[in-house]
Every structure is written in C-alpha cells, then in structure tokens.
Nanobody, 115 residues
Framework: QVQLVESGGGLVQAGGSLRLSCAYS????????LGWFRQAPGKQRELVVT???????AYADSVKGRFTMSRDNAKKMVYLQMNSLKPEDTAVYYC?????????WGQGTQVTVSS
C-alpha cells in the first residue's frame, strides 16, 4: 500500500515560484508512473507532468519550461518546482502514483496565483 501526502501549496503573486512536495510511504517498484495533476474550479483534473520508470518525462504544454519534476528516492519524496507562475496555474495539485497494484492519489494542495 502506498500513501501520498502533498505539501507546499499557498498564495503567490504572478511571476513567483513555489515548490510542491509529495511524501510517499511504502515502496514504489518498477514499472511505475509518478506524476502531478491539477484541478481548477469547474474544470476536469488535468495532467501537469508524469515520469515513468523507463525514464520518460512528459510535461503539459502549458507548463513546459516553467515547471520541473524531480525525485529524491532516499527520502521518498517527489517535487514539483513551479516558476513564472500565472493566474491560470491556480488549482488544487495532486501527486499520483500509478503502479501495478493500482492508482494512488494524495489529498491535494491548493495553489493560488494572484494577478
């Protein structure tokens, strides 16, 4: 069983930066896909970035060049560095682990970008 807990959200002005963290418990074995998703009010949840065990990282066009996903396996942490934030980045951000055993989601962390 894997549990995910996000943190690091908050209120930031446009052009600012935030780093989201996702702490996971349990073990994540290959094959897997880790990722960040977001859901804005009244909209469907959308992919921000995914990273697979085969080394393929995919970013949504809307965040390319601004967001960077990274991991610290020793600390069991996944990060999302968000730079040059825009008001349209406002959403609840979720960490997700897609494993053979199933799909696991965190509870989400709110990011609000003011103009």
């Amino acid at each position: 069983q894997v549990q995910l807990v996000e943190s690091g959200g908050g209120l930031v002005q446009a052009g600012g930066s935030l780093r989201l963290s996702c702490a996971y418990s349990g073990d994540i074995f290959s094959p897997y896909v880790l990722g960040w998703f977001r859901q804005a009010p009244g909209k469907q949840r959308e992919l921000v970035v995914t990273d697979s065990s085969v080394g393929a990282t995919a970013y949504a066009d809307s965040v390319k060049g601004r967001f960077t996903m990274s991991r610290d396996n020793a600390k069991k942490m996944v990060y999302l560095q968000m730079n040059s934030l825009k008001p349209e980045d406002t959403a609840v951000y979720y960490c997700r682990a897609h494993l053979i055993g199933g799909d696991y989601w965190g509870q989400g962390t709110q990011v609000t970008v003011s103009s």
